[in-house]
């Protein structure tokens, strides 16, 4: 097998086990991809290669939901500030040193598995969503543009404004959905994502919904915490691995 194959198939199945994630967990495509290909390329050719793979799952999830303007009108605040952070901290992941990019994404994959496996359950007033939404958004968009994750910390966070299961998933994809577009922009204007990064992109979406399917098909058969404990403890393993891997260059 040449090296250019390999390379492909190594590609390929990175989408295939982020797509089953994101199948199961309905969350955790870009989060498992970044991580994967963190040991194959740079992550700024990384987040090129998730744009489109990650807008088209997250644009579904985003609006299947029931109501998707009532979430939104609740969100905008935090979901402004997340596409403006994102656009403005985007080429973080371009001027940072190879050691120093793959140091930032390994730790943003150690916080989000850490809070992932506590049984620490947050919970936000009402009272406080009005500044500390963009404070968090804010935070999301600059971690999103230093290393292409877009789950810290916005996952916790709305995870802790007592949405219910339906309105959490569709909050999560309008999230993600703003998060990818914004990051694509940012990339674009730097010149980090290009026809034919697009093009790269396009072809990842096909193992990407392979994955997804295999992924639903096991959530209807393994119970969700179980599999979540597994998905964070691997997601744990894998942000030590490139935070140490990062240090012994």
Not at 34 to 55: D, E, F, K, R
Not at 79 to 86: E, F, G, M, S
Not at 203 to 224: D, E, K, N, S
Request: aromatic share 8%.
């Amino acid at each position: 097998m040449t090296t250019d194959t390999a390379r492909i198939a190594a590609v390929s199945l990175t989408f295939v086990v982020a797509g089953l994630m994101k199948g199961v967990a309905g969350m955790g495509l870009p989060t498992v991809a970044m991580g994967l290909l963190g040991s194959l390329m740079p992550p700024a050719n990384a987040a090129g290669l998730i744009v489109i793979p990650s807008l088209l799952t997250n644009l579904w999830q985003a609006f299947s939901g029931p109501r998707p303007a009532v979430s939104l009108r609740r969100t905008w605040p935090f979901l402004l500030t997340i596409a403006v952070a994102t656009r403005a901290s985007g080429g973080l992941t371009i001027r940072q040193g190879a050691g120093q990019d793959t140091v930032w994404l390994g730790i943003a994959l150690v916080i989000y598995a850490a809070v992932g496996l506590t049984k620490i359950r947050m919970s936000v007033p009402r009272r406080f969503e009005a500044w500390l939404s963009p404070v968090v958004g804010a935070t999301t968009g600059v971690v999103t543009g230093a290393t292409g994750v877009f789950v810290v910390p916005s996952v916790p966070y709305l995870q802790a404004l007592g949405f219910d299961k339906d309105e959490l998933v569709q909050v999560l994809g309008q999230s993600f959905t703003l998060s990818t577009i914004a990051l694509a922009v940012a990339l674009a204007s730097r010149g980090a994502f290009r026809i034919t990064a697009a093009g790269a992109s396009s072809l990842c979406t096909a193992p990407a919904l392979v994955g997804m399917a295999i992924g639903q098909t096991i959530r209807a058969r393994v119970a969700p915490a179980a599999f979540r404990r597994v998905f964070f403890i691997g997601l744990l393993i894998l942000g030590v691995e490139l935070v140490g891997r990062a240090f012994l260059r």
